[in-house]
């Protein structure tokens, strides 16, 4: 296993300044940025912002289908909880979230035709426009670390948890006309439950915070699922009650299992378009509304995840809290 070893520093410059350039030069309409408020000032000031950040999916699924033995039919349900307060604290002026979903616009021929008039607007704004990410928090191990420092440097990091995440499953599979092998008739009915709770790492989680004080709106971008930490494990116990035949009395089975906490949910794949922004990300687009000191804001939208690469649809809530230091 490698281990890669970096120092904090901090953000660069956005890389799209050059580029920005031209459309200030070629404009004639441009003008001057419009002034931000003292509070909207104290915020683009921020050295850092801690964010509260909680995720709560729940799905729950019904149906009938063909198994290797005869019909059955299945059910399930999903609720998962994780939460983590982490620091986001490499701050660079600029509007980087900005610029990707512009980017990503480019397909639409509508937000194309108005990507002049976008740019020249960030251009102005730029010295109202900051953005922070989650910097690298690793100790100083020197100038030349051992891979023995290393590797338990990066091992420590993976153990240490900057939140919870809890989860409760069941699914029950119902076939009551089923035929085995040699042709004799039996009832089944599998009862699988699992739940527990873990830790939430850090890991490489690419969140960034963008502010923009003339507009008085932030974008951030966020994962959809949190990592857990390393050795994180549920509990899973499935049962397994059979008639054979049918009208018999029951037999039944019990297995139990530590399944890693990892693979519950596994990867959530948010179907609202309005916030989901790639494969496992979110971008968050709200007007920036201070209460008590903080900005707090609440999203819901569909989502699913996948059980037997079959997906089931469920409902993702997002809530974050961020705290300016």
Do not use: C
């Amino acid at each position: 296993m490698a281990f890669a070893y970096l120092r904090r520093r901090r953000a660069p410059l956005p890389w799209f300044a050059p580029v920005l350039l031209p459309f200030v030069a070629a404009s004639a309409w441009a003008q001057a940025p419009p002034a931000v408020t003292a509070e909207m000032k104290r915020l683009l000031d921020a050295n850092a912002w801690q964010l509260e950040y909680q995720l709560s999916f729940k799905a729950s699924s019904s149906g009938s289908g063909q198994s290797l033995t005869g019909p059955v039919t299945n059910q399930s349900q999903l609720s998962s909880d994780a939460t983590e307060t982490l620091v986001i604290d490499q701050r660079s002026q600029g509007a980087s979230l900005t610029m990707q979903k512009v980017m990503k616009g480019m397909s639409n021929p509508a937000d194309a035709a108005n990507m002049q008039k976008v740019m020249m607007d960030i251009v102005m704004q730029s010295d109202n426009i900051a953005s922070w990410m989650v910097g690298v928090d690793l100790p100083d191990l020197g100038d030349e670390p051992t891979a023995q420092q290393l590797q338990a440097a990066a091992l420590a990091r993976a153990k240490t948890s900057i939140g919870t995440q809890t989860v409760e499953y069941s699914a029950e599979t119902r076939g009551d006309r089923l035929v085995s092998e040699t042709g004799a008739p039996y009832k089944q009915i599998v009862r699988t439950t699992t739940r527990g709770s873990g830790g939430v790492r850090q890991g490489s989680q690419q969140i960034t915070l963008e502010v923009n004080g003339a507009t008085k709106r932030l974008l951030m971008m966020v994962p959809s699922t949190l990592p857990t930490v390393l050795d994180a494990a549920l509990t899973e116990e499935v049962v397994t009650v059979t008639e054979s035949p049918p009208g018999s009395r029951p037999t039944e089975e019990r297995k139990t299992s530590k399944p890693a906490l990892e693979r519950f949910p596994g990867l959530i794949k948010v179907t609202g378009a309005a916030l989901a922004f790639g494969d496992d990300g979110l971008m968050i687009d709200d007007p920036v509304v201070v209460q008590g000191g903080k900005v707090m804001g609440q999203h819901t939208m569909a989502a699913s995840y996948s059980s037997n690469a079959t997906p089931i649809a469920g409902t993702l809530v997002v809530k974050y809290t961020l705290t300016p230091r």
